[in-house]
């Protein structure tokens, strides 16, 4: 696994209030950002810029969103073709065991930036038309009115069917709950969380960090295939930042029934949600909290 932060030199200028600024150089502690290429069978399926870590888990949430992975039993192994010093440079590799899903050791210089699944006989490789061969930054999202259609053909769960209740109270502190698990945040001030919470016993399951908001959600969502824990019924998928259209699709290609966020969510999302069945939460902050769509399912 790479590195998760990074000291870097800055500059801090500080102005008082009566207009005197004074300056200083200092190291400052950053939050590392890396290019991950997700390969299925050799062939190169997806980039993303993501920060090193669970990288098993990103891969299995990614295929999991795309529907072509429900269970750990799905992939046969995982091998981490390492890079010295760029990425995509061909390097020594090692055999992940799934689902644990723990890279061998590396030095230091080994970027570990290529990861290469092998699906389990039986299950179908990703289709040309499926195939993102595409650069994703750390902020993408999949958006489309189309994509709904779409996201409704593959899903292989009924999240409308969930029949989960949820305590507005318990819901409104699950951003703290994940703000306190932040620990690389703590350090950097740089990162997107994602967690998933049981609704029926209010314990947290997983919590990832990552540059990427998709990426921390594919994190968490990996942590349940190879746990196979999908569909993940009667759970609450919590999310900083903002809700978009692609982490509602993520949240219904694993079966979640309440996805939170604590800003605000887009339009596209929010549709989303309402033909998916999935209760959308915005603006969960402090004690109030906005309920986008299925609000059926929030109890006050």
Known sequence: MGRL?????VTRIIVDEAGVSASRRRPDTLAVEEPLEIRVGGTALSVTMRTPGHDVELAAGFLAGEGIIAAGADVRSAIHCGGLGAPGLSGTSAAVDVPTATPA??????????LDVTLAPGVAPPAPEVARNFYTTSSCGVCGTASIEQVAKIARFD????????????????PDELRAGQQVFDKTGG????????????????????????????????WAVLADRLPASATVLQVSGRASFELVQKAAMAGIPVLAAVSAPSSLAVELAASAGITLVGFSRGRSLNVYAHPERIAV
């Open 5 to 9: 932060t990074a000291l870097s030199p």
């Open 105 to 114: 050791a590396a030095a230091s210089e080994n970027t570990y930036n290529v």
């Open 191 to 222: 990162l997107h969380a994602a967690a998933l919470f049981d609704a029926a016993t209010g314990e947290l399951l997983v919590l990832r960090e990552d540059v990427g908001r998709h990426n921390a959600v594919d994190k968490v969502i990996g």
């Open 159 to 174: 999240v409308s069917a969930d029949a989960v209740r949820i305590d507005a109270a318990w819901l409104a502190r699950l």
